[in-house]
């Protein structure tokens, strides 16, 4: 269950609709707290998740629906092989990745999934990491 008491009303409001929550006891694995599997926000049990973290999911989902799902995830894999190629480290790997650079960069703007255009992710294909993601990355 969310705990939605320290979420701004129209937070709740906007994005209540647009929740779909599972708790699980295994998933997702490692020392993730969350996964988003097409649309479905799974989150680890005993996890509280913050309004960022659910607008960071919820981003994932605007970037997965854009994308048709399935395609979604064959270009996270690849960009996530490629960015351990250049990085030689799972985690930098996994943070330079287009989807989560654009999702941790904005997560904290309530305000981005009613502003945000189409395909936006692009732009964070070949954007150097910046001082907002490493601060994000160390939350
Ligand atoms: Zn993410």
């Known amino acids: 269950m969310v705990v939605w008491l320290n979420f701004p009303k129209f937070v709740v409001s906007i994005h209540r609709s647009m929740l779909r929550i599972r708790h ?5 694995f490692g020392s993730y707290a969350a996964i988003n599997l097409f649309g479905f926000i799974i989150i680890k049990k005993g996890i509280h998740l913050r309004w960022t973290d659910i607008n960071h999911e919820l981003i994932h989902t605007r970037q997965q629906a854009e994308m048709l ?3 979604f995830y064959t270009w996270y894999v690849v ?6 190629i250049i990085y ?3 985690n930098r790997a996994y943070y330079n990745i287009s989807f989560e650079r654009e999702a941790y960069s904005n ?4 305000q981005y999934l009613r502003n945000r255009k189409w395909y936006s992710f692009v732009k964070y294909l070949f954007k ?3 001082d907002k993601t490493l601060k994000y990355k160390n939350e």
């Open 69 to 71: 799902w399935i395609p």
């Open 128 to 130: 150097k990491k910046t």
């Open 88 to 90: 030689r480290n799972l």
């Open 79 to 84: 960009e996530w092989l490629i960015k351990f």
């Open 24 to 28: 699980s006891k295994h998933i997702p």
């Open 107 to 110: 997560q904290h703007d309530i």
